[in-house]
């Protein structure tokens, strides 16, 4: 990861805990605050990021670059076990993408 996107990456998860700590947060029902813990980047351009709530418990954020165009930046969400799963297949169909493509590099259209 260069070091200007972690640094955008280092602001935004501050951004998110201060997002989440809001008392008046949809779903913010335990009035609970957040901290960065940690941040783990995965790749170039993601990133995961671990939350610690005033409870003691903890939360986690996918994070995502967009390197360009309108919505260029940073983005997040919290997966669910169910998107984790279409995570697991969508891996392969992008092999097999990568796969199919390879042969047609060398075509001169």
């Known amino acids: 990861m260069n070091k200007q996107i972690a640094i955008e990456l280092d602001s935004f998860v ?4 201060s997002r ?3 008392t008046d ?4 029902v335990n009035n609970e605050t957040f901290t960065v813990q940690e941040v783990i980047p995965t790749s170039d351009h993601s ?11 903890r939360a986690v954020a996918f994070l995502y ?3 360009r165009g309108m ?3 940073w983005k997040y969400f919290s997966p669910t076990d169910s998107h984790i799963n279409g995570f697991r297949a969508f891996e392969l169909y992008k092999f097999e993408t990568e796969r ?5 590099t060398f075509y001169d259209y």
């Open 14 to 17: 501050s951004e998110i805990a």
């Open 20 to 22: 989440f700590s809001r």
């Open 25 to 28: 947060r949809e779903g913010n």
């Open 47 to 57: 990133a995961v990021c671990v939350f610690e709530k005033n409870t003691g418990k």
């Open 65 to 67: 670059y967009i390197p």
């Open 71 to 73: 919505s260029s930046g």
């Open 100 to 104: 199919h493509n390879y042969k047609k």
